[in-house]
């Protein structure tokens, strides 16, 4: 053993779900076999703690305000992020399953389920493997090996930064609220939504707001 290493080294978990009393019931029930270095509540600060502290695993939800958690997956795999990522969702759900497995996720865990399964599917995607909840795995696994699950193909033509703009503009927030939080312009996030629209074919904010319901992009 190398001098001054620990005897011993738990794996590192970054969790994100919006609710408080969820990430703490997490906190307590997973800090007893892992180390919990970071609880967020909504995907851009997943994104940022990601980033910042390396973990080997992220436990995430899918519905979190400012950027969902399939969005939040994409993202992480395009940055490079090598951790480990399971969801934990109420969504039992195959085209939720099967988007987020797409995206990079290795776990799909169902939070209806004893808390004990989540600690083996932990275990199992750090031993690089893939554990989906038993309850839609069944309808999961035959899209997911055999490749034949694609997103809705209108919405998959929407770029990376006009999805985000979708799930910001479906929760409410204004156009000024949007630059500040992407960095960018009002202006570019009228011409994000605009050309949204014209792919999509709809008319207004409260169209996509529909839409973004109907797809899954907000709960």
Do not use: W
């Not at 554990?131 to 990376?160: C, W």
């Amino acid at each position: 053993m190398r001098r001054g290493a620990p005897a011993t080294s738990r794996p590192r978990l970054l969790l994100a779900d919006d609710h408080t009393i969820v990430r703490q019931g997490l906190e307590s029930i997973l800090g007893q076999e892992f180390e919990i270095i970071g609880a967020v509540a909504d995907g851009r600060a997943l994104l940022r703690e990601a980033g910042r502290l390396s973990p080997d695993a992220i436990v995430l939800d899918i519905s979190m305000p400012q950027l969902n958690g399939i969005e939040a997956t994409r993202q992480l795999r395009r940055e490079g992020t090598r951790a480990k990522i399971i969801v934990l969702t109420m969504h039992a759900d195959v085209t939720y399953a099967t988007e987020v497995l797409e995206a990079g996720a290795s776990g799909y865990v169902l939070k209806s389920t004893p808390s004990d399964e989540l600690v083996r599917a932990i275990r199992e995607v750090l031993r690089g493997g893939r554990y989906i909840s038993p309850q839609v795995a069944e309808d999961v696994l035959p899209f997911v090996l055999n490749g034949a699950h694609q997103m809705n193909k209108r919405i998959s033509r929407l770029t990376p930064r006009q999805r985000e703009v979708l799930q910001l503009l479906a929760e409410g927030h204004t156009n000024k609220e949007i630059a500040g939080l992407l960095n960018v312009s009002p202006r570019t996030v009228e011409f994000h939504k605009y050309r949204m629209m014209q792919d999509l074919g709809l008319h207004s904010t409260a169209e996509l707001t529909r839409y973004a319901l109907k797809h899954g992009v907000i709960a």
